[in-house]
């Protein structure tokens, strides 16, 4: 299976004007094929071709329709014969730099080993564990010698 990617989704998008005029004239139709066009879009580096006869046979409408959603309602940019989004654009250009900064960091802390495997830092993982098996044995301690079990307090909703 091919690699599955997040990408940020306002959660309020059907609210923005743009969109409410989108769905209005194609319906909900338009609103997926909206967003289709949008994970297209982080696909292929913010850019389409505008070959709306290839987007209408995928997406299984019509060239018309494409066209429309495209065109008709500035939720696109255009440049020659493609198209992108500039919201697309700025929250790919965020990953890029959280990406870049995560590297930075990672070279600075492997000096010069940005791939170094997680393995190379294990003692701090075994200094936790030998700290949680010693927590552990001085609870067994405590309730050793007698029959006295821990207490849970069971809180009300509203002491939360």
């Known amino acids: 299976m091919k690699d599955t990617f997040y990408f940020s989704h306002d959660y309020n998008a059907?609210?923005?004007?743009?969109?409410?005029?989108?769905?209005?004239?194609?319906?909900?139709?338009?609103?997926?094929?909206f967003w289709a066009l949008i994970e297209d879009l982080y696909n292929n580096?913010?850019?389409?071709?505008?070959?709306?006869?290839?987007?209408?046979?995928?997406?299984?409408?019509?060239p018309e329709i494409i066209k429309s959603?495209?065109?008709?309602?500035?939720?696109?940019?255009?440049?020659?014969?493609?198209?992108?989004?500039?919201?697309?654009?700025?929250r790919l250009d965020e990953r890029n730099k959280k990406s870049i900064n995560a590297r930075k960091s990672a070279f600075k802390r492997w000096k010069s080993d940005a791939n170094a495997l997680q393995t190379q830092c294990e003692g701090?993982?075994?200094?936790?564990?030998k700290e949680i098996k010693d927590i552990k044995e001085i609870n067994k301690e405590n309730f050793k010698n007698t029959d006295e079990q821990p207490k849970l307090t069971v809180l009300k909703s509203e002491e939360c």
């Open 69 to 90: 959603i495209i065109c008709d309602f500035d939720l696109f940019k255009f440049s020659d014969n493609s198209f992108g989004s500039t919201s697309v654009e700025k």
């Open 14 to 33: 059907r609210n923005d004007e743009k969109i409410k005029k989108l769905i209005r004239k194609h319906k909900m139709l338009g609103y997926g094929i």
């Open 124 to 129: 701090n993982a075994i200094k936790d564990i």
């Open 45 to 62: 580096a913010n850019a389409l071709q505008l070959d709306c006869d290839g987007i209408a046979d995928e997406l299984r409408t019509t």
